[in-house]
């Protein structure tokens, strides 16, 4: 892989910081020096904790719904709402259900007491941000999940898993008929469409949560929009160095480079550069020490036929709030899609910032 990509860092023409939680760096450059990255402290978040191992015989769940809920459709959320409904984190021993469940209980939002989880802590009961949840194995999933919705019928699942079980995941949500937000990657994109297509459900599927980073996503899609083949014979060279758990290739990277295809680049998925390696990560890519178990930098270098020409985009982000905000905005963007009745189909994070449903 090519070092120079990711250390380079030209004068930003543009730069954006989420000051308040200090994690997130992403700049636009062109053509200019080589050097250090914007970086921020460390934001480390809680470890879960097991519990004891006696199994939750009935769940049940209080509800609350606002009333304003029910009466809003498209408006944009004031801070004086009182917004609430039960979540279902699946994957909630992860580092991405934990963050969620931590940034839906500050936000006021119920915890169901059941996660969906892997086979090996099926049975378990863990404890995430103070709520005790039982995890459920691959096994009997569906009665589970359609006497939960029995019981919380303005439930809304949240998914959080890993790349093999998007498909199964979104096929069961759809059968069941709960609205659900996918922020888990990888799976068979196109089978999941066609799933949730076919089901007429709602859904909110996004492989990229962070507000900012949808933002910058929207831009490079309407920059595609407005000037197709802007880059033609353009090469474009992307890197994206993520903690070494990390199982499948950013998806986030994908829809960029759907962008750049549009703009007239030629590039094949597989060209996409992997950094797992925390020692390249270190001494390569420059992600700080402290946030190599947990950061998502990407680099998309352009280069122009003659090399006269070249352009980098990137978007580094440590931590994981900024991804687990955006995903409660959006649950709750979606609970009021369902309790307005609004069109079944399946919204994006783009949707969620048009609509302004952001706390
Ligand atoms: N959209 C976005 O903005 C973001 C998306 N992601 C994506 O979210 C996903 C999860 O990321 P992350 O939390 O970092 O990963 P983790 O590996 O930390 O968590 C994965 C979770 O899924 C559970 N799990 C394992 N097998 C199954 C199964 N068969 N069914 C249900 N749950 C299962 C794991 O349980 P156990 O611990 O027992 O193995 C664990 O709780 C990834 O696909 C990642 O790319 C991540 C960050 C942001
Ligand atoms: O697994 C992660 O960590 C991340 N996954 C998402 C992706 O694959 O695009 C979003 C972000 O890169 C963090």
Same mark, same amino acid.
């Given at each position: 892989?090519?070092?120079?990509?990711?250390?380079?860092?030209?004068?930003?023409?543009?730069?954006?910081?989420?000051?308040?939680?200090?994690?997130?760096?992403?700049?636009?450059?062109?053509?200019?020096?080589?050097?250090?990255?914007?970086?921020?402290?460390?934001?480390?978040?809680?470890?879960?904790?097991?519990?004891?191992?006696?199994?939750?015989?009935?769940?049940?769940?209080?509800?609350?719904?606002?009333?304003?809920?029910?009466? $809003?459709? *498209?408006? /944009?959320?004031?801070?004086? +709402?009182?917004?609430?409904?039960? %979540?279902?984190?699946? @994957?909630? =021993? #992860?580092?991405?259900?934990?963050?969620?469940?931590?940034?839906?209980?500050?936000?006021?939002?119920?915890?169901?007491?059941?996660?969906?989880? $892997?086979? *090996?802590? /099926?049975?378990?009961?863990? +404890?995430?941000?103070?709520?005790? %949840?039982?995890?459920? @194995?691959? =096994? #009997?999933?569906?009665?589970?999940?359609?006497?939960?919705?029995?019981?919380?019928?303005?439930?809304?699942?949240?998914?959080?898993?890993?790349?093999?079980?998007?498909? /199964?995941?979104?096929?069961?949500?759809?059968?069941?008929?709960?609205?659900?937000?996918? @922020?888990? =990657? #990888?799976?068979?994109?196109?089978?999941?469409?066609?799933?949730?297509?076919?089901?007429?459900?709602?859904?909110?599927?996004?492989?990229?949560?962070?507000?900012?980073?949808?933002?910058?996503?929207?831009?490079?899609?309407?920059?595609?929009?407005?000037?197709? @083949?802007?880059?033609?014979?353009?090469?474009?060279?992307?890197?994206?160095?993520?903690?070494?758990?990390?199982?499948?290739?950013?998806?986030?990277?994908?829809?960029?480079?759907?962008?750049?295809?549009?703009?007239?680049?030629?590039?094949?998925?597989?060209?996409?550069?992997?950094?797992?390696?925390?020692?390249?990560?270190?001494?390569?890519?420059?992600?700080?020490?402290?946030?190599?178990?947990?950061?998502?930098?990407?680099?998309?270098?352009?280069?122009?036929?003659?090399?006269?020409?070249?352009?980098?985009?990137?978007?580094?982000?440590?931590?994981?709030?900024?991804?687990?905000?955006?995903?409660?905005?959006?649950?709750?963007?979606?609970?009021?899609?369902?309790?307005?009745?609004?069109?079944?189909?399946?919204?994006?994070?783009?949707?969620?910032?048009?609509?302004?449903?952001?706390?």
């Amino acid at each position: 892989m090519s070092s120079s990509i990711l250390q380079s860092s030209p004068k930003p023409l543009f730069f954006i910081s989420n000051q308040k939680q200090k994690t997130f760096s992403s700049s636009l450059h062109v053509s200019q020096s080589i050097n250090g990255q914007q970086f921020h402290k460390p934001c480390f978040s809680k470890p879960f904790t097991l519990v004891n191992k006696k199994p939750i015989t009935a769940i049940t769940a209080t509800q609350r719904i606002d009333k304003t809920l029910a009466s $809003s459709s *498209s408006s /944009a959320m004031s801070s004086e +709402e009182n917004l609430s409904f039960p %979540i279902m984190v699946n @994957g909630c =021993t #992860g580092k991405m259900g934990k963050a969620v469940i931590e940034a839906g209980v500050s936000a006021g939002l119920q915890v169901l007491p059941a996660s969906f989880g $892997s086979e *090996s802590k /099926a049975g378990e009961i863990v +404890e995430v941000a103070g709520k005790e %949840i039982r995890i459920y @194995g691959p =096994t #009997g999933r569906e009665s589970i999940l359609t006497s939960l919705l029995k019981e919380n019928p303005n439930m809304i699942v949240i998914d959080f898993t890993v790349p093999d079980a998007v498909n /199964a995941n979104a096929e069961l949500y759809s059968k069941v008929g709960v609205p659900f937000v996918m @922020g888990t =990657t #990888g799976g068979d994109l196109e089978m999941l469409y066609d799933t949730m297509e076919n089901s007429k459900g709602y859904a909110l599927i996004s492989p990229q949560m962070g507000k900012q980073v949808v933002a910058f996503i929207a831009a490079m899609d309407i920059m595609a929009e407005q000037f197709p @083949g802007a880059f033609s014979g353009y090469t474009l060279e992307v890197t994206e160095s993520h903690q070494a758990s990390k199982l499948d290739t950013s998806g986030t990277a994908k829809n960029v480079i759907k962008c750049f295809q549009k703009l007239g680049l030629s590039y094949d998925l597989d060209q996409i550069q992997q950094i797992r390696d925390p020692e390249q990560q270190l001494e390569m890519v420059g992600v700080p020490e402290e946030h190599l178990l947990l950061h998502a930098f990407h680099v998309y270098h352009l280069t122009s036929p003659d090399k006269t020409v070249s352009f980098e985009f990137q978007h580094n982000v440590c931590g994981n709030s900024t991804y687990a905000e955006g995903t409660i905005d959006a649950a709750i963007f979606l609970a009021k899609k369902v309790q307005s009745q609004a069109e079944k189909r399946i919204y994006d994070m783009g949707d969620v910032l048009r609509e302004g449903n952001m706390r």
